[in-house]
């Protein structure tokens, strides 16, 4: 056993599950730290995704009591969640995910030419002044309180601003977040939209990944997926619970700071 790949994957997983739900980018982390610990070869590329169903799993588990209801699966009164257009919820996930998975099938390839920390470097950048954006631009007070209220424009206007997710850097739930709290959302209504959406779309992505690195997958590396797998999924359970008891008392405002350090980190030790 390579004892340090398995503290690689810890390294990996624990960052994983921290930074997937804060708008601070994961994909960031996970090359930088890919980077630091000399871990970022094509092999390690198929463990980075595998770790992401952990991340997955744990949203299933926080959420377990509202998924069934909302996607109405034990009965159809369930379907309606008092939603007045009478269409089920499962509406808002497909036109939320829907500009983001047509433009990651067009330009796969072309999205893979940013996988570098320059890049990283300047889509922290710009998350951050999106953020900053939408901290200064929110609608105060927000005018609607719950994802049952949204329209389906509205939640493909919020699938707009998760394309900009596709650099890695700018950060799904930053992205994400940042265009709720734009067209009215208020934050905890914003998290929760973009914890649902993350389940298909970061499985969708990760799915898509691993089929593509297959051919990098060898039994003998079962164990080490195991444990970034259980370590993303209990991190990444952990942050949940500990994130949405502040959402509603926090600013962007640290998130932002962090992010501009970090890019100057990179700059100075991966791009000077």
């Known amino acids: 056993m390579n004892y340090h790949e398995l503290l690689v994957i810890f390294i990996l997983g624990v960052v994983e599950g921290i930074t997937e739900f804060l708008p601070v980018s994961s994909s960031g982390h996970m090359m930088l730290i890919g980077y630091l610990l000399e871990f970022n070869n094509e092999r ?6 595998f770790i992401q169903f952990g991340t997955i799993f744990s949203v299933i588990i926080k959420f377990w009591e509202k998924i069934p209801k909302k996607l109405g699966i034990f009965s159809q009164k369930s379907v309606l969640m008092d939603r007045d257009d009478g269409f089920p919820f499962l509406w808002l996930l497909f036109f939320g995910m829907l500009p983001i998975v047509v ?11 940013f996988f570098e920390l320059k890049y990283v470097m300047r889509a922290l950048v710009l998350g951050g002044l999106l953020l900053l954006i939408a901290e200064y631009f929110a609608y105060n007070p927000p005018f609607i309180t719950s994802i049952n209220k ?6 493909f206007f919020i699938g707009c601003f998760q394309c900009f997710a596709l650099f890695p850097g700018f950060s799904r739930a930053g992205a994400t977040i940042s265009g709720g709290l734009l067209i009215g959302l208020n934050r905890y209504a914003s998290f929760e939209f973009s914890f649902f959406l993350a389940v ?7 799915t898509l990944d691993l089929c593509k690195n297959l051919s990098f997958f060898t039994l003998q590396d079962s164990l080490l997926f195991l444990v970034g797998f259980i370590t993303s999924f209990v991190v990444g359970l952990s942050s949940i619970r500990y994130f949405l008891q502040f959402i509603e ?14 890019a100057s980190v990179i700059y100075f030790l991966c791009c000077d």
């Open 103 to 113: 433009l990651g099938f067009l330009f796969y390839e072309q999205i893979k030419f």
């Open 44 to 49: 390690a590329k198929i463990f980075e995704v």
């Open 150 to 155: 949204l329209s389906y424009l509205q939640a």
């Open 200 to 206: 298909p779309v970061i499985f969708g992505a990760a």
């Open 249 to 262: 008392k926090i600013t962007f405002i640290p998130f932002v700071v962090y992010r501009f350090v970090l």
